[in-house]
Nanobody, 123 residues
Framework: VQLVESGGGLVQPGGSLRLSCTASGFTFDNYFLTWVRQAPGKGPEWVSTLSFSGYTWYANSVKGRFTISRQGASNTLYLQMNSLKPEDTALYYC??????????????????WGQGTQVTVSS
């Protein structure tokens, strides 16, 4: 079982990035699919979740700027990030679990999670 994130990088404030998360060894079906981020020196922060039935939830800090989606029935999850701000700088992880979590203390609260992809927003 593996989750691999990609798409991070350095972007200027106001720019955009699209993160991807590809699963292998299992399917996304019947899981809540979540993006979590962790800034340097801070705990993990829930960003967004997509349910297996298509419902979405967003943290207030990203609502209206980020969009979570899944490519059809594929095992690829996306996070489109627009109007990026310096405070969006973090290591972004995808994580999956059988229950909806909008708060967390550690990634281990999820069933599976990846190694993360770094997003840096700076001029």
């Amino acid at each position: 079982v593996q989750l691999v994130e990609s798409g991070g990088g350095l972007v200027q404030p106001g720019g955009s990035l699209r993160l991807s998360c590809t699963a292998s060894g299992f399917t996304f079906d019947n899981y809540f699919l979540t993006w979590v981020r962790q800034a340097p020196g801070k705990g993990p922060e829930w960003v967004s979740t997509l349910s297996f039935s298509g419902y979405t939830w967003y943290a207030n800090s990203v609502k209206g700027r980020f969009t979570i989606s899944r490519q059809g029935a594929s095992n690829t999850l996306y996070l489109q990030m627009n109007s990026l701000k310096p405070e969006d700088t973090a290591l972004y992880y995808c994580a999956v679990g059988r229950t909806l979590r909008v708060t967390l203390s550690t990634l281990s609260e999820f069933d599976y999670w990846g190694q993360g992809t770094q997003v840096t927003v700076s001029s």
